[in-house]
């Protein structure tokens, strides 16, 4: 997730005096405003309950009104501040940082905690509603879909709860995974737009053992055909449709996992740098790979994946760009609009590494993503279960090197852009499998799995945890 604080505001206070408040925004969008002895508040209970060595400065308190070029300053040290809770693995994942943030969000958008209906949207169109508290965390209403629908409880940390934004055409694009930081009701409220929904998806692969989630696998196979997201040709169609209707969950999921991108996450077209600069390319997620559609500047049309196990590691970052208005200017805040992208780099041969870049505004729904994979490739490698691993991670319990505790990483990719700044990075290690490099023939591009050993992406995992 992408904090910043692009801008402030002058606002009354109850007594009819004026205070600064500082917008904090996710991904672009305005979460909440507070107030510079709110974040001083969470600045002190955080140094407090994990000591001063492990929470990053803070900008200090003035004893005279500030001037514009000071609330300006401050305006960026706090958003620096609030980057660095968010990135830490410790922090960032703590209960006291995430309460403060659904506390502030709620009471930014004025809605009274009481009961209220909530559509969840199911990967076939159908709808779910629940009864909830406009309080609720992310937790509480996947509990709630999960409830409703019968979810066994041991498949519940499979299933995670999206935002998604639906196109005239019906198409779907991802915004992003709902965290634990917000309230959902409050964050779709907010938005003011129908075209916005919640959706309950796979965030993981249940075992094939546990088939029978209340059809919720066969629905994503069905929906994401209807989407183009699966290919099939003309005798698959014709078998699922026929298993379909007879009733054969097991057989037609089956069927549906030979299919080719059975379950992915297709995102919307954007830019890479590979093969070359400048190319169009439509990114898929799944089955421990990013898939390449590429268009190359003589318009041909190549396909090939990426696997998450042979990235030595992957960031997001983000960079203010001006908004095409004719000017070569650098652009305020009111006049520059976010760019993401996520790097990845990968061993594109035996000895050899190399940055790829995706230019994509679901840039960090990509990550999300690719922790997903490897999340599920560390559950099969310790043979323990998604939900203790989550439960692990949101307990902080998750070890970490002490040399860990600050990390101060440079810019990525050596970029000339002084506004570019690091959001993401993960490391850590697990053994490789194999390379099918971006080409129109895979054989050639084969490694031993035993070829290579480097690090890869786990947030806040150590070796010890492997």
């Known amino acids: 997730m992408h904090f910043s604080i692009p801008e402030t505001e002058v606002r009354s206070g ?10 904090i925004h996710v991904n672009g969008v305005l979460h909440c405003r507070v107030r510079y002895s709110q974040l001083l508040g969470l600045h002190e209970q ?68 009481e009961e209220v209906v909530l559509d969840i949207c199911l990967s076939n169109g159908q709808k779910v509603t629940v009864n909830i508290l406009t309080s609720d965390q992310t937790e509480d209403v996947l509990d709630a ?10 498949l519940v940390g499979y299933f995670s709860l999206f935002l998604v934004r639906e196109g005239v055409d019906g198409s779907l694009t991802f915004v992003r995974k709902l965290q634990e930081f917000e309230l959902p009701y409050v964050s779709i409220t907010s938005l003011r737009s129908s075209e916005f929904h919640i959706v309950l998806r796979k965030r993981y692969e249940p075992p094939f053992s546990s088939l029978s989630v209340n059809g919720q696998r066969g629905i994503h196979t069905v929906s994401d055909i209807e989407r183009g997201w699966i290919l099939v040709n003309k005798d698959q169609h014709r078998q699922l449709k026929s298993l379909q209707e007879k009733g054969s969950k097991k057989e037609f999921i089956h069927l549906g996992q030979t299919l080719k991108y059975y379950g992915y996450i297709k995102f919307d077209p954007c830019i890479t740098d590979f093969p070359e600069k400048g190319c169009q390319v439509i990114v898929s997620a799944g089955n421990n ?5 590429v268009k190359l500047p003589n318009e041909q049309m190549k396909e090939g994946s990426f696997k998450v196990t042979r990235m030595r590691c992957w960031r997001v970052t983000s960079s203010q760009v001006p908004i095409a208005n004719g000017t070569t200017n650098p652009c ?21 590494l190399q940055w790829v870049t995706i230019t994509s505004q679901q840039a960090i729904m990509m990550s999300i993503c690719l922790q997903s994979m490897v999340d599920e490739l560390m559950v099969k490698k310790s043979g323990g279960s998604i939900k203790k691993l989550l439960r692990k991670r949101h307990n902080g319990s998750i070890h970490r090197p ?8 440079p810019p990525l990719l050596d970029s000339p852009d002084p506004n570019r700044e690091q959001i993401v990075k993960l490391s850590t290690k697990l053994s490789s499998v194999s390379l099918r490099g971006i080409s129109a023939s895979n054989s050639a591009n ?11 992406a ?9």
């Open 332 to 352: 305020s805040s009111a006049k520059c609009e976010v760019k993401l992208e996520l790097a990845f780099e990968y061993l594109m041969s035996k000895d050899r």
């Open 14 to 23: 109850e007594n009819g005096s004026t205070y600064v408040a500082y917008n």
């Open 458 to 466: 786990f947030e806040g995992i150590g070796d010890d945890d492997l």
């Open 145 to 154: 879909v999960a409830t409703k629908l019968d979810l066994p409880d041991e």
């Open 446 to 456: 084969d490694i031993s799995g035993n070829d290579f050993h480097g690090n890869y």
């Open 289 to 293: 790979e990013l898939n390449f559609h």
């Open 46 to 113: 955080i140094k407090k309950e994990y000591g001063s060595n492990v929470v990053p400065a803070f900008p200090p308190k003035k004893i005279f009104t500030l001037t514009p070029a000071e609330v300006e300053q401050r305006r960026e040290q706090l958003e620096k501040y609030m980057q660095a809770v968010r990135q830490d693995p410790l922090l960032g994942a703590s209960e006291m940082f995430n309460s403060f943030l659904r506390k502030a969000q709620q009471e930014t958008q004025q809605i009274p905690t």
């Open 402 to 409: 002490d040399s860990q505790q600050a990390v101060k990483s």
